[in-house]
């Protein structure tokens, strides 16, 4: 049997509430600085809570023309400036066949709905009589990808994933799947969000989910989860082909593993996420002994904590003890299906920097949740492979392994 | 007031596109501007907003030249209040 390609991720791209560009996330990261603050975008005097993590450094104008701006949502816009970010980092150069053969894989879960919120104002509630035509090419949550496509020029497999906060990591799975097979030779795969409008929002003040403080994943006086927003990007490529460049390598996208709950809307069970995380270790051919860092799910309300807690105990067993898990949701928020994409980034960089970030905001732990979640501050660890997992709505799961790779 | 009218329509012309308004004159066309499918559904959609009016598919799609929009524009307003039909409300802000 030929030997399976492995997949490099030769570069990467990250926008979020931490910053823009992955030096300026990581320094935030490493600082175990939250970046969850008031909400600045629109009036919350009518929503049930008032603190989220926006990209609040994030300049439009700073990246796109005002005729770009007019076909980009602000989902589309997060998405290509971490895309452009990590084709710049990694350093590949395009040819003819190599566009031809990259495929771009992005998640979303709610694609431009700020765009369509505005449009269906204008004719609901302000009476108008007509929406902005733009409204739909901006609002499809595949803009992204085609606007990746469309900048680079790449015209190989090109598709969008929509799992709500699992969206990104199935991204991951479906890029690294296609660069396994050989049906592509290079991908841009990732996922971006920019959830602030106001009716979404006040579908989420609905869930019972949004914390009115902060969100302290894995603590006892948790009281839910904080929206984040962002883009992040990773090139990934055959990792012969990027030695063959000379290219900087910062890790290998080394698994992936799925899994459907098929239990319930909301409520996590514990041998989903478990079996996700089985899956990944057995695709990247890793013991759970040799992961050095989880980049938890840790979304900080009451359901999700304690499910993952003994999700991770079910596959790690006695390992589960000594396995740094952390949740940097406490820093960038949750930006659903970019949420995977950004905390891919983090590990990468985690592995890469030698610190493993912090769970920030940590008070006290929750009895339920027993395990080391690295409370606020960064710490020195050599890790040689790590785990990052996400757990949508919808019960499906997805959770990816990186190796590291020597510096 | 004619005048005012093309103006009006080169000002909204110059704004979809993102192009100054002196680069507009009655005898562009739609192509010669770069108005591409996408900036021409925009540009219909404001016009038809600024001067409230509906400006149906066909004749939309015949349209070429600057000064088409004007006088077709012209023609919307007067068949309007011709047949008495109140042009389209939008509620005040």
Known sequence: MT??????????????????????????????????????????????????????????????????????DRFAQLALVAAREAVRDSGIAWTPALRERTAIVTGSSVGGQTTEDVGFDDVYRRGRPRVHPLTIPRTMANAAT???SMEFGLTGPAFTISTACSSSNHAFAQALALLRSGA??????????????FGLLKAWEAMRVVAPDTCRPFCRDRKGMILGEGGAMLLLEPLEAAQARGAKIYAELAGAGMSADAHHLTQPTIEGPARAMRIALSDAGLAPEEIGYINAHGTGTPGNDPAETRA?????GAAAERVPISSTK???????????????????LAMREGYLPPTANFTQADPACDLDYIPNTARAANVGAALSNSFAFGGLNAVIAFRAWPR | ?????????????????????????????????????????????????????????????????VHEIVSGIRTLLAEQSASGSSLESVPSE
């Open chain 2, 1 to 65: 007031m004619p005048e005012d009218l093309a103006e009006k329509v080169i000002s909204i012309l110059a704004s979809v596109k993102h192009i100054p308004r002196e680069k507009i004159t009655l005898e562009s066309s739609l192509a010669d501007l770069g108005f591409d499918s996408l900036d021409t559904i925009s540009m219909l959609f404001e016009l038809e907003s600024a001067f409230q009016i509906s400006i149906p598919d066909d004749r939309a799609r015949s349209i070429r030249y």
């Open chain 1, 3 to 72: 030997p399976q390609r492995r997949i490099a991720v030769t570069g990467v791209g990250v926008v979020c509430a931490l910053g823009t560009g992955a030096a300026a996330v990581w320094e935030s990261l490493r600082a175990g600085r939250s970046a969850i603050r008031p909400i600045e975008l629109l009036d919350t005097s009518r929503i049930g809570f008032h603190s989220a993590a926006e990209a609040s450094g994030y300049d439009p104008a700073a990246h796109f023309s005002p005729s770009q701006l007019d076909h980009l």
């Open chain 1, 312 to 316: 991770i105990k079910e596959v790690f």
């Open chain 1, 184 to 197: 592509a030779d290079a991908a841009i795969a990732g996922g971006s969000e920019a959830p602030f409008s």
């Open chain 1, 330 to 348: 406490s820093m960038h928020g949750h930006a659903l299906g970019a949420a995977g994409a950004i905390e891919a980034v983090t590990t990468i």
């Open chain 1, 146 to 148: 085609s606007q990746i």
